[in-house]
Structures are given as structure tokens and as C-alpha cells.
């Protein structure tokens, strides 16, 4: 049974952080922008606390779903959330560049190199 956990969620600096628990494994998380500042593409950093990390972008930009830009905090956490969740189900690996997506408020977000 997987079980989450949210330990914290803050944004400074309009950058958001946080972790998740995922089967007791803690994992960090922060948004990561590309472009200038504004309606940049947005991706996510990933990492397992004292271990492994990795970086995606989006695919589309975010910025283009109007729930995204009220509801920051919400999207990287749940998105979070779902890398969590493929690292416990694929022997503690994060998903390669382009073979996964994630579903966030029904758009389907590419993961892909950024």
C-alpha cells in the first residue's frame, strides 16, 4: 500500500518547495524555471532526501492552463506525488526523459529533458 504525506509546501521568492512521503521514502521537490523570468516553461527537481535526483521539464508549459497559476503549490505537489509513486512501484528509479507523463487537472504534462 502506498501512503503520502505531505511534510511541507512553501513558495518564496516564487519559487515553490516541498516534500512528499511516499512508503516512507521522504522525497524533496522544487520548481525549476527555464526562460525568462514570467511565463517561463516551468519543470520540477525531484530528489530522494540524502540520495538520488532528477530534473524534468514540462511539456506543455503550465503557464498556458489558467489552474496552474493559482494553483502552484497544488500542481508540483502532485506532481511530486507521482514521481514518488513510479520510484517505489520501478525498484526505486525515477522515470527516463519522455516515458512518462503526469495528469495534473486534466492535462497530461510530458516529462522531458531540460
Known amino acids: 500500500m502506498l501512503t503520502y504525506q ?3 509546501v512553501w513558495a518564496g521568492n516564487s519559487t515553490i518547495k ?14 525549476t524555471k ?6 517561463g516553461n516551468r ?6 532526501k540524502e540520495g538520488r535526483d532528477q530534473t524534468y ?5 503550465p503557464h498556458g492552463d489558467r489552474w496552474y497559476n ?11 506525488e507521482d514521481l514518488g509513486n513510479y520510484y517505489v512501484s520501478h525498484s526505486n528509479k525515477f522515470p527516463r526523459y519522455e516515458k512518462h507523463s503526469v495528469e495534473i ?3 497530461e504534462y510530458n516529462l522531458i529533458s531540460p
Open 57 to 61: 521539464k514540462f511539456d506543455p508549459n
Open 70 to 80: 493559482k494553483y502552484q503549490k497544488d500542481f508540483y505537489k502532485t506532481a511530486a
Open 43 to 48: 519543470g520540477i527537481r525531484i530528489y530522494v
Open 34 to 39: 527555464y526562460g525568462n523570468a514570467g511565463a
Open 18 to 31: 516541498g516534500s512528499v512521503t511516499v512508503s516512507d521514502i521522504e522525497f524533496g521537490y522544487n520548481e
Open 6 to 8: 505531505v511534510a511541507s
Open 105 to 107: 487537472h486534466d492535462v
